[in-house]
């Protein structure tokens, strides 16, 4: 790219980065995951867990040699189009946005539930709507104001997180976890690896959107140094907290009254402390900033890839313009923003299968994250064959079995995915599609 395109201004440090890379995540420790204990058991999600936190692990180390050799916005799509060329950087910009773009409005309806129950007179969806005007706002207003503000609301996140851990560890007991619930799901049977099959979208969860670090890249002050560790550090403290908080929650009672709920950890703690505890209505209030953390974090993101991707030529250019003032993306933040709030808003009036539009948006954006995940990769070993000299601050460690191994997990991952959700495949697809189309002839008319 030349010098008259617009760029984003270096000041984040290490630690801001590390506050985006779990912030981005933490909501995932909070709901959703328990899913997965209906479909696989506490053993066969926990190993479902542990074999996604190790793709995840590959993922990390492999796509930090990407970030950290071309610091861009635009992340995954400045990867893909270098090594693939305009299709590429197409199909990882395109499934990139559809991750961040499509997240978030699931993200601001859990806020606006939560404030509804502790506010009854709030409707839920004018909250997801506040929720989002208010982050929104926060992140126009400065990159260095949004990530401090990422950073506090994420410790607070992981303070919580170890509150309810040591809370509840009177009454762990290591057999309660390894009970059999329904069906004996915690046998190790033929059937028992189906249910693992069908539970990888959960444990996906834990760890999804991690990688939106690459869009801070181009606004990191030492990108070859703080990238890498906020990486490690970041997958590290997300695989330390989802693996303590599926014990100590799967282990206070029966795991199985947790398994199809939006809220294990508060009930989880109600077995221990009772309903009226001072704890559990301090885990009920703070759990918001997790939610916050992750909402305020993927603004962040698909703020982002839209203005690395109207600044490409596959988005129109006024979504590249940046605050004269603030110097912030401030049209891609309310760009997004209008698509999320209207999934708010259409989210009892359109259904997929039987369920409303942000629960089919979600898998969505896992397709989207898995498809970015895979041309990544491609693109490492292209990169790696087609310029050797390229400085890269951090190679790939395990290089070329990590990548690989990252292959093999999205390939699975994306299996299992497809299998269970095949009209939101369709519709994943079709977008791709038509998104190509529309920018195909775009850019051609603007060639001619």
């Not at 990530?147 to 607070?156: K, N, Q, R, Y």
């Not at 190790?188 to 099959?197: E, K």
């Not at 953390?293 to 988005?315: D, K």
């Amino acid at each position: 790219m030349d010098d008259s395109n617009p760029h984003l201004k270096a000041t984040l440090n290490t630690w801001q980065l590390w506050g985006i890379a779990v912030g981005l995540v933490i909501s995932g420790e909070y709901f959703g995951w328990s899913y997965g204990w209906a479909t696989a058991g506490t053993l066969g999600f926990l190993v479902t867990t542990i074999w996604v936190a190790t793709m995840y692990t590959a993922f990390i180390f492999s796509f930090t040699e990407l970030t950290t050799a071309i610091p861009s916005a635009g992340g995954p799509f400045a990867y893909a189009e270098r090594a693939f060329g305009e299709f590429g950087g197409y199909i990882a910009g395109a499934a990139t946005l559809i991750e961040f773009v499509f997240a978030p409005p699931a993200i601001a309806l859990a806020i606006g539930a939560y404030l509804h129950v502790q506010f009854p007179s709030v409707a839920p969806k004018e909250a997801a709507v506040l929720a989002y005007l208010v982050f929104m706002t926060i992140n126009i207003l400065g990159v260095r104001i949004a990530a401090s503000f990422e950073l506090v609301i994420t410790i607070l996140a992981i303070i919580e997180l170890l509150i309810f851990m040591a809370v509840v560890a009177p009454g762990f007991r290591f057999s309660n976890f390894i009970a059999h619930g329904w069906a004996g799901h915690n046998h190790f049977h033929p059937g028992a690896f189906h249910g693992m099959f069908a539970a990888v979208p959960f444990a996906i969860w834990f760890f999804l959107a991690i990688e939106g670090v690459a869009m801070a890249a181009e606004e990191a002050k030492r990108p070859t140094h703080s990238i890498p560790i906020a990486y490690i550090a970041g997958i590290s403290t997300l695989l330390a907290l989802a693996i303590g908080v599926m014990l100590f929650a799967g282990g206070v009672g029966d795991w199985s009254l947790l398994a199809n709920i939006n809220d294990p950890l508060p009930q989880a703690m109600k077995i221990i402390v009772g309903p009226s505890s001072g704890w559990l209505h301090m885990l009920v209030w703070l759990g918001l900033f997790g939610l916050i953390a992750s909402l305020h974090g993927i603004i962040f993101g698909y703020s982002r890839q839209i203005f690395a991707l109207a600044r490409g030529g596959y988005l129109p250019e006024v979504f590249s313009r940046i605050h004269p003032r603030l110097q912030t993306p401030w049209i891609a933040i309310l760009a997004g923003g209008v698509v999320g709030i209207a999934a708010i808003y259409s989210d009892s009036l359109i259904t997929i299968g039987g369920q409303p539009l942000t629960a089919n948006i979600v898998t969505m954006s896992v397709l989207g994250a898995l498809v970015m995940y895979a041309v990544s990769m491609l693109a490492l070993f292209r990169l790696r064959k087609t310029e050797p000299a390229m400085a890269r601050p951090f190679r790939a460690r395990l290089y070329p079995f990590a990548p690989l191994w990252t292959l093999i997990g999205v390939a699975i991952c994306l299996a299992s995915i497809i299998y269970y959700n095949r009209t939101i495949t369709l519709i994943f697809c079709a977008l791709l599609c038509i998104g190509y189309l529309v920018v195909h002839l775009t850019r051609r008319r603007v060639r001619a």
